[in-house]
């Protein structure tokens, strides 16, 4: 099974500043999907951002950005102008081209500091 | 937009009672999972389900199963509750095939067993 790494337990951001929160990968694969999802604290989890392997380009969504390195199997998200409604656990999660299943990370915790 | 619904938002159980806890969708959806969701742990898959009565298990499928009768709903069940199934149980729903489409949560269930 694949894994996926989220080495940041905790990360806290001042408000209108930019976060990085990291995310690395195990796969043998080479076409695959890669995702941020967001949960607010009591609420549901929504997609931030995704990123398709075979693009070279980095997803961007407003706010939202992604370094995605294949070849380190590196996929951060940068939220840059923080803001309040930002505070949330976000999960990375990996899923392959041809398959049904989710992978995610154990999550970050991300304060944002008025 | 899609909706993802599960029966409960708390619910309190007793060791040794069947607890049947309750997903449905409302956007023709093929694939739908369930997950359960613990502090450090990340999201686990119990089981998924890519069609009407088919199911395949997932990372730690034991002490459940599901029922999914019809394609709209999935069903979690607990044979028999024991207090490390206290966890907040989370639904989701996505299409098949090889897109690299998002999945959709339910609100989740917070569910105690004492």
């Known amino acids: 099974a694949q894994t996926v790494t989220q080495s940041q337990p905790e990360m806290s951001v001042q408000e209108a500043e930019t976060v990085t929160l990291s995310c690395t990968y195990d796969t043998s694969e080479s076409d695959y999907y890669l995702f941020w999802y967001k949960q607010p604290p009591s609420r549901q989890m929504i997609l931030v951002i995704r990123q398709e392997a075979y693009k070279q380009q980095n997803a961007t969504e407003n706010r939202f950005s992604v370094n995605f390195q294949k070849a380190a199997k590196s996929f951060s998200l940068k939220i840059s102008d923080s803001q309040l409604g930002d505070a949330a656990m976000y999960f990375c999660?990996?899923?392959?081209?041809?398959?049904?299943?989710?992978?995610f990370g154990t999550g970050t915790s991300l304060t944002v500091i008025p | 937009d899609v909706k993802v619904t599960q029966s409960s938002r708390y619910l309190v159980k007793r060791t040794g009672e069947k607890v049947f806890l309750e997903c449905v969708q409302d956007m023709d959806h093929e694939n739908m999972f369930w997950y359960r969701q613990d502090p450090g742990l990340g999201l686990r898959l119990i089981y998924f389900s890519y069609d009407v009565k088919m199911k395949e298990k997932g990372d730690i499928p034991e002490g459940y199963s599901v029922s999914r009768e019809k394609k709209e709903r999935f069903s979690l069940i607990l044979e028999s509750a024991s207090t490390n199934q206290t966890s907040m149980y989370l639904c989701?729903?996505?299409?098949?095939?090889?897109?690299?489409?998002?999945?959709?949560f339910g609100p989740g269930t917070r569910l105690t067993v004492t």
């Open positions: 989701a729903t996505g299409e098949g095939g090889k897109k690299s489409n998002e999945q959709y």
């Open positions: 999660a990996y899923r392959s081209y041809t398959g049904n299943q989710f992978y």
